[in-house]
């Protein structure tokens, strides 16, 4: 849209601009987005979630069926054809900000991020739907912290249509009722973990929220999803590599919700006479991490737009999210947590939930020096030397 009368004079320059994705919020994600937190403020106030890491039902059952049967979001990027909303991996982004917004212990990520871009690369219809349908939920059987978009390092063994072995720390599937499991072989079996050969052993985990558990396989049964290496090994990188990009939604959510936090409590808590706010000091500081949010906000509309479009730039924008969106989540948190004073420390407040979901976060797909490195091999950079420079 021009900004004067006149009609502008099309040139090669501003076709190339105009292949840019829009990264501004369209009607309907706001829409989205304002469903999405309406419910999440009914149903998990920070109070709730807080409880919920004292108790055994780390997940939050009850609101995961919500955001499936009352809003539908857990297949937004799944065709309507197989029972999902026919949307984009920009709306996954916004939910995915908004349960970062609010900690939601839920396994939005692993089922309705991660596994369903591996269904869907593979063309497992029949469980996509039921996982778009809410009637199953899904894990990705890696361990938490694995590089995103690199081919699995299977530790289990595949004889025959049954499988054995063990993965450590794996996020989302304590409540998973099917789990798809890399083998050494280079296939990727579909598991049902109502089984007597599967065994979850929940470990102690940084952010309560999004908890762990070491998986056993003991001659499980499954159905084999891949069995060519390269076809399993395809999926599963494009699968966490979507994860990356979401991921920095996610933290782009945290973020934003401990700038409005520190900015809030700031103009609200009062000493010697005078808010906190009018000390110039504390201003700055909220002013240099607003900058920062804005930053990543950018960033992370990129990578979720990337993977809407199956862009061929969507592993830089995914490793650049990455590099950036963690460092900025864990940054903020860190910001909230001090701009709080005591109240911040205390585990009343949940500024420590978020200062945990960022940490965890930041190694959930990789570090962030991780994806930098990564980074650097995806636009050919040339790697450091040890000779000393002239």
């Known amino acids: 849209m021009s900004l004067t009368a006149e009609t502008p004079t099309t040139t090669d320059q501003d076709e190339d601009a105009g ?3 829009d990264l501004l919020y369209s009607e309907v994600e706001e829409d989205l987005r304002a469903s999405v937190r309406a419910l999440l403020a009914a149903r998990s106030p920070w109070d709730a979630v807080l409880a919920r890491t004292e108790s055994d039902e780390r997940t939050d059952t009850d ?20 029972g999902g909303a026919g949307a984009s991996w920009r709306e996954v982004a916004v939910v995915a900000e908004e349960l970062g917004r609010a900690v939601a212990a839920v396994p939005f990520l692993g089922s309705a991020v991660t596994a369903t871009a591996v269904l869907g690369r593979l063309g497992a219809d029949e469980l996509l739907t039921a996982l778009a349908g809410g009637r199953s939920t899904v894990a990705l059987a890696v361990p938490f912290g694995r590089l995103s978009g690199t081919a699995p390092q299977a530790t289990c063994t595949r004889t025959g249509d049954a499988v ?5 720390s794996v996020a989302d599937a304590r409540t998973a009722d099917v789990l798809l499991v890399p083998t050494d ?4 079996l579909q598991v049902s973990t ?4 599967v065994t979850r052993t929940p470990v102690v985990s940084l952010d309560e929220t999004r908890p762990l558990v070491d998986l056993v396989l003991d001659g499980a049964s499954g159905s084999v999803l891949a069995t060519e290496a390269a076809d399993a090994a395809d999926a599963v990188a494009y699968g966490t590599t979507v994860a990356a990009a979401v991921l920095a939604s996610e933290q782009l959510g945290v973020a934003e919700w401990c700038l409005q936090s520190s900015v809030s409590y700031l103009q609200d808590r009062r000493q010697f006479g005078r808010t906190l706010a009018s000390h110039q000091a504390l201003r700055h500081r909220c002013a240099d991490l607003w900058v920062q949010v804005t930053q990543a906000r950018a960033v992370a509309r990129y990578a979720a737009a990337c993977a809407a479009e199956d862009s061929a730039d969507l592993a830089v924008a995914a490793s650049l999210a990455q590099a950036l969106c963690s460092d900025v989540a864990v940054r903020a948190a860190e910001e909230c947590l001090q701009l709080h004073g005591g109240i911040g420390f ?5 500024v420590h939930l978020y200062l945990k979901r960022a940490t965890s976060s930041a190694l959930a797909l990789g ?8 980074l650097a091999r995806l636009v050919d950079l040339p790697a450091p030397t040890d000779e000393e420079p002239a």
Do not use: C, F, K, N
């Open 19 to 21: 292949a840019l994705p």
């Open 63 to 82: 609101l995961w069926a919500r955001l499936g049967t009352e809003l539908g979001v857990l297949g937004l990027p799944v065709a309507e054809d197989d």
């Open 164 to 168: 054995s072995g063990g993965v450590r």
């Open 185 to 188: 072989d280079g296939a990727l």
């Open 194 to 197: 109502d089984q007597p050969g």
């Open 346 to 350: 205390t585990w009343e407040h949940p």
């Open 367 to 374: 570090s962030p020096h991780a994806h930098r490195s990564r």
